[in-house]
């Protein structure tokens, strides 16, 4: 059983300069400023990794006992032995309720069995017990909600995931190319397919495609902070400072899109 782990993609950067603001912190560098006044400095990324260890999210009171049993049951999943997998993550949830790991395996385990309602119940739990996000569930919802309505083709999340073990970006690339056509509304497929185009001009059409179907909040904050550093490549410094730093002042958007924001910018401003 893996864990549905969102590959980002980060593209390589150029420099963009930031300017020093005179604002509530004294003379304290201010990166940024939003329109709300709120303020992003040197100091508020310099701790900033990009990662998120989203099983700590719920697991300050996890026993040993719930412990054994989640690592039995992925065990049991990876063997394909999915029936005791499931048992085994339901008494790992009834024994530590409020972590959301083994509800979060356990709807990854009902989608590779084809029962995509289960997964869709088991991942809008995990929603609910981690608003600011658990690995991939937002976007596990977001599109098994739209296969249930008839917005995507039944089947579409998991084929997404599948993509994920295609290691050859040629191959991804064309798989991802077919997925578009026959779901251009799909945009977590538009997010992974621009990572994979050659040039910034291409890689931004794609990006403002997959941002215009109203994409879930993770799949969003990744299309924004890769559009922030294809326009700061093509020169447009002041729309990626305000996108990134837009980003990393939301306390709304998911914990690994504000971790990933934060230290995208702070890349960028320790290689000035």
Known sequence: MRDQLSI???????LFASSCIQGNHGTEE??????NGR??????????????NWSNIGSHNVSKKALELHNQARQAGSSGDYMKALELLAQASKEAPE?????????????????????????E??????????????TAVYCLRREKVGQLPPGTYKAYLILESVNDPMEKRVLLEKMVQQSPSFS???????????????RLKAINEGLSHNPDDETRGILLVNK?????????????LGILGDLALDQTVPLDVEQIAKATLANVIRSR
Do not use: C
């Not at 980002?8 to 150029?14: A, D, E, K, P, Q």
């Not at 303020?39 to 998120?52: C, F, I, K």
């Not at 972590?99 to 991942?123: H, K, R």
């Open 125 to 138: 739990i995990v929603n609910k017990m981690a608003p600011r996000g658990f690995f991939t569930a937002q």
């Open 228 to 240: 922030a550093l294809a326009l700061n490549r093509q020169g447009r410094h002041e729309e990626a």
């Open 99 to 123: 972590w959301p790991y083994p509800l979060y395996d356990a709807a990854f385990t009902y989608l590779l069995m084809g029962q995509s309602d289960e997964a869709l119940e088991n991942y």
């Open 188 to 202: 977590p497929a538009w997010k992974e397919l621009s990572i994979l185009l050659d040039d910034d001009t291409a």
């Open 30 to 35: 201010v990166i940024y400023r939003d329109k």
């Open 39 to 52: 303020e992003l400095t040197e100091a508020d990324l310099a701790n900033a990794t990009g990662e998120v």
């Open 8 to 14: 980002v993609g980060l593209l390589v950067t150029t």
